[in-house]
């Protein structure tokens, strides 16, 4: 049932969203240089890495860490950047991911492939069974201002109790959180050369 709500809704998503998602990659080429995606190595399900992509919002000469890690991070930040990934814009790639059954709509948020420690704990209850969300439980308790141990609490909860109605819940409140622009910190992009 999850799978087909994922194919379903990411297919409909894909085709009503497909034009903005071309005038996006546009901006993104026009305004630096570089491919319009980004292609990030992340932790899927049952703990294998798969490539993520998202519309780049950082300069491709950007050192390969995690953003909060850079001297400046904003620095490094495109023209459009901030705006991608203040309205989670950034994100809309990821329906391949859906489609291509590396992502769900709703799971933990999947690790960058060096998280070593977020991955242990995630791994430790049980966590990394679940297929990883565009957004999620954690995502909408907190963002990017939780810690590692109360997102992989909050992952926990989720992967006790998730269900397809509490999955309609958390999209519900995903966007409006989105649309508030609520939990964004510019910290969690992995940032730097296309992925192989």
């Not at 966007?175 to 940032?191: H, M, N, S, T």
Request: hydrophobic share 45%; glycine share 6%; proline share 6%.
């Amino acid at each position: 049932m999850k799978r087909a709500f994922d194919v379903v809704l990411a297919l409909s998503a894909g085709i009503v969203l497909l034009p903005l998602m071309m005038a996006i990659a546009c901006v993104v080429r026009l305004t630096s240089r570089g491919p319009a995606l980004y292609w990030s190595n992340r932790v899927g399900q049952n703990n294998e890495i798969f490539p993520m992509p998202k519309f780049r919002s950082m300069r491709i000469d950007t050192p390969v860490v995690a953003t909060h890690l850079l001297t400046d991070s904003r620095s490094w930040i495109t023209p459009v950047g901030h705006f991608l990934r203040k309205t989670s814009l950034d994100e809309l790639p990821q329906l391949w991911s859906i489609l291509r059954g590396d992502m769900s709509f709703v799971g933990p948020r999947p690790a960058l492939f060096n998280q070593d420690d977020l991955v242990a704990a995630r791994t430790a209850e049980r966590v990394h069974l679940l297929r990883p969300g565009l957004t999620g439980w954690a995502q909408i308790n907190g963002r990017d201002e939780l810690s590692i141990p109360e997102k992989v609490a909050l992952d926990a909860e989720y992967a006790l109790k998730h269900s397809l109605w509490f999955d309609l819940q958390i999209l519900w409140m995903t966007a409006i959180k989105v649309l508030r622009r609520e939990g964004v910190r510019q910290a969690d992009e992995p940032v730097g050369r296309r992925a192989a």
